[in-house]
């Protein structure tokens, strides 16, 4: 059973990518109670203001379009999930050196074509720079932007430095940006340091019995 929680949550960004910071949206992943913190199209808005990929003018369109179509706001965040299962499918077989399923492959290539029919090429502040269409479709623009940046990561040489988090009940996601290579936590502060705290249970309780 997932459960929910009511009050505002602030989402953790410790993945060092925008997509695996997506699938992250889901707590305690490997426990028997993991925790959903996108529960609705409100809490998909928050992770894309704090994720810097909305600015509050688009919040704010985006916010008033799921008000007025909230049957329409409801398939979104129940796609959001979806494409987030599949990220995690993919990302999680790689960081364990597997090849991931071709199921997830082609579901992902099928988000990335829909995706791309949406994308286009805008003036930016010195240049241009991508941007996204303002269909009927655009509730799903947090979405176009993972997925993406998923795309960009697959193809990118980073690829080889994602890891999962070694913690037995996380299995959050993130890229290995340490000079060694090393990093094993998504948090030390979090996962880091039960794990220590549980081995110098384990040593304490070892010692107590000898």
């Known amino acids: 059973m ?3 929680q009511d009050k505002a949550y602030a989402f953790d960004f410790t993945g060092e990518r925008l997509c695996l910071d997506f699938v992250n949206t889901l707590s305690e992943r490997g426990s028997s109670a993991p ?3 996108l529960n609705s199209y409100a809490d998909l808005l928050a992770w894309s203001r ?5 600015d509050e003018q688009r919040g704010e369109q985006l ?7 909230p049957e329409r706001a409801g398939q979104e965040i129940e796609q959001a999930r979806w494409v987030r299962e599949i990220l995690f499918g993919i990302f999680s077989a790689l960081a364990g050196g597997q090849s991931p399923r071709r199921e997830d492959l082609e579901q992902f290539n099928a988000l990335l ?3 791309m029919k ?3 090429i805008a003036p930016g502040d010195s240049g241009f720079v991508w941007d996204w269409s303002e269909g009927q479709d655009r509730l799903q623009l947090p979405l176009w932007i993972v997925v993406r940046d998923a795309a960009d990561l697959l193809t990118s040489q980073e690829l080889s ?11 959050w996601l993130f890229l290995d940006t340490s000079k060694n290579h090393s990093r094993r936590w998504c948090d030390m502060k979090s996962c880091g340091n039960r794990a220590k705290a549980r081995r110098h249970y384990g040593r304490k309780k070892g010692s107590a019995a000898e």
């Not at 916010?63 to 179509?69: D, I, P, T, V």
């Open 2 to 4: 997932v459960e929910t």
């Open 35 to 37: 925790e959903e913190h």
């Open 50 to 54: 704090q994720a810097g990929i909305v």
């Open 63 to 69: 916010q008033a379009l799921s008000e007025g179509q």
């Open 113 to 115: 074509a829909a995706t």
């Open 118 to 120: 949406h994308a286009r």
């Open 161 to 171: 430095r994602v890891r999962t988090c070694a913690s037995d009940d996380c299995d």
